[in-house]
C-alpha cells in the first residue's frame, strides 16, 4: 500500500491510498553515484560515491477511481513536496512526472529525504 499526503495538510483532500498498485510499480528505484574518466594512457578511472537514499525514485503504476485521480492531479499541480509512505519507508518527495489515462495513473517520485524506515 502507498499512500499519498501533502506536507502541510489544510483540510480538504490532503492524502490518498493506493492499495492495489500494479507488478510493474517500482518501489525501489536507485543509481550508485559513479563518474568515469578517461585516462591519458588509455585507461580509465572509477569513483564511486556509493548510494544515499536521496537518489532513490518510485514509479507507481495503479488503476485509481476518478475522485483519487483528482485528488492525486491536485496534489500534483498544487504541491511542492508530498509525504510517500509505502514499503521501503516513508520519505519527503517531489511528483516528477504524472499521467492519467481513464484512470491509469503512472508517476515517478524522486526522493529529497527519508523520513522514517
Known amino acids: 500500500m502507498i499512500s499519498i499526503a ?6 480538504s483532500n490532503d492524502s490518498v491510498l493506493i492499495k492495489n498498485h500494479r507488478i510493474d510499480s517500482r518501489l525501489f528505484e536507485t543509481q550508485a553515484r559513479v563518474s568515469k574518466t578517461k585516462t591519458l594512457d588509455g585507461g580509465v ?9 536521496e537518489d532513490m525514485a518510485f514509479i507507481v503504476n495503479a488503476r485509481m477511481k476518478k475522485a483519487d485521480v483528482d485528488i492525486l492531479k491536485s496534489i500534483y499541480k498544487t504541491e511542492l513536496y508530498i509525504i510517500f509512505s509505502c514499503e521501503e519507508g516513508v520519505f519527503t518527495c517531489v511528483i516528477d512526472s504524472f499521467s492519467d489515462k481513464y484512470g491509469d495513473v503512472r508517476m515517478r517520485v524522486e526522493v529529497s529525504d527519508k523520513l522514517s524506515a
Not at 578511472?45 to 537514499?53: C, D, K, L, Y
Open 6 to 11: 501533502k506536507i502541510s495538510p489544510d483540510g
Open 45 to 53: 578511472v572509477v569513483v564511486t560515491g556509493g548510494f544515499v537514499e
